[in-house]
């Protein structure tokens, strides 16, 4: 396995997290219908428990959702996605714990609410097209110091798998996100503080998914910091065969390392532990690559 790309300054940092070794965001389903863990985090109380152990386990990041979007997920009003998410965003800043909280969210009004509870990442499946108040939020985000995370989307949750198409499909994403980037800079977020995702299965499919993963170095090259969200998903039981979400951690795993080999800079997982675990052995491992290409006895 190749070291990562060095397209970033050592000293770069995000939130306040040093951009010099892969971060860890660990995904909070405050949701009924998420694909893989629906339903084990939905009361508040387990959200915060199941949060604060991904903290003690090395997460950097917690990503807090209350809106399934899985493909076919229905839309959750606004109201609805407040209460499921709000609650949590103040018992984790009540709790003192040191990550850096992230709202995923593609509304204005809970994201705006989140920022007021405490939270420092706008992460938006949308890229902040899906309402049009978000552009004047995300600018709220960068003036406090966060950031907001665009990711790309081929249509809606609801019918985003029936038939994607794509006539190059690294390109496509790469300039969908470098005119989100722009937009986002224009509104008032600086590159520094946004991150760009390519939306691993937000209507793509297989081969639309290898594609971008195997061109993370070019997504890298828009300089903004990359975000991966492959965890769990179909494409891992595709290639793994497992079909079993909730089963798909060593699959998962080896797509997270293959990622911040390419350069990706967070991976946004479900399982952090093991996550963690062998983001250590990977980094210790590159850190020697100076030695790759000598004999050794
Ligand atoms: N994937 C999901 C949700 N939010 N955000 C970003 N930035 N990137 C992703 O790849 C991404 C995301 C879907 O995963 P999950 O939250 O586990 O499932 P669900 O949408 O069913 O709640």
């Given at each position: 396995m190749n070291a990562a790309p060095d397209h970033r300054e050592k000293s770069q940092t995000l939130c306040g997290l040093p951009?010099?070794?892969?971060?860890?965001?660990?995904?909070?389903?405050?949701?009924?219908?998420?694909?893989?863990?629906?339903?084990?985090?939905?009361?508040?109380?387990r959200a915060?428990?199941?949060?604060?152990?991904?903290?003690?386990?090395?997460?950097d990041i917690l990503d807090i959702g209350g809106e399934s979007t899985r493909p076919g997920a229905a839309l959750v009003p606004p109201d609805i996605e407040l209460a499921r998410v709000i609650p949590v965003?103040?018992?984790?800043?009540?709790?003192?714990?040191?990550?850096?909280?992230?709202?995923?969210t593609r509304k204005?009004?809970?994201?705006?609410?989140?920022?007021?509870?405490?939270?420092?990442?706008f992460n938006d499946v949308s890229a902040l097209s899906y309402d049009p108040g978000s552009l004047s939020?995300?600018?709220?985000?960068?003036?406090?110091?966060?950031?907001?995370?665009?990711?790309?989307?081929?249509?809606?949750?609801?019918?985003?798998?029936?038939?994607?198409?794509?006539?190059?499909?690294?390109?496509?994403?790469?300039?969908?996100?470098a005119e989100r980037a722009r937009l986002a800079q224009a509104a008032g977020v600086p590159l520094r503080q946004q991150i760009?995702?390519?939306?691993?299965?937000?209507?793509?499919?297989?081969?639309h998914n290898i594609a971008l993963m195997r061109g993370i170095d070019r997504l890298q090259a828009l300089g903004a910091?990359?975000?991966?969200?492959?965890?769990?998903?179909r494409m891992i039981g595709q290639l793994s065969g497992q079909a079993d979400a909730a089963k798909r951690v060593s699959g998962s795993i080896a797509a997270g390392l293959y990622a911040v080999?390419?350069?990706?800079?967070?991976?946004?997982?479900?399982?952090?532990?093991?996550?963690?675990?062998?983001?250590?052995?990977?980094?210790?491992?590159?850190e020697a690559s100076p030695m790759r290409g000598e004999r050794g006895v």
């Open positions: 951009l010099s070794r892969p971060l860890v965001m660990g995904i909070v389903n405050v949701t009924p219908d998420s694909f893989s863990d629906g339903g084990l985090h939905f009361e508040p109380a915060v428990e199941h949060a604060l152990a991904m903290v003690r386990d090395g997460a965003i103040e018992a984790l800043r009540a709790s003192g714990c040191g990550a850096v909280i992230s709202v995923d204005a009004s809970v994201a705006r609410a989140a920022l007021t509870a405490g939270a420092q990442i939020v995300a600018a709220s985000y960068a003036q406090a110091g966060g950031a907001v995370c665009l990711m790309h989307a081929q249509g809606d949750p609801a019918t985003m798998q029936d038939n994607p198409s794509y006539e190059d499909v690294l390109a496509q994403v790469t300039d969908y996100l760009l995702d390519p939306g691993i299965g937000f209507g793509k499919d297989l081969a910091p990359l975000l991966l969200g492959v965890s769990r998903k080999s390419r350069g990706a800079q967070i991976l946004r997982v479900h399982d952090v532990r093991e996550t963690v675990e062998a983001l250590k052995v990977w980094q210790a491992l590159a």
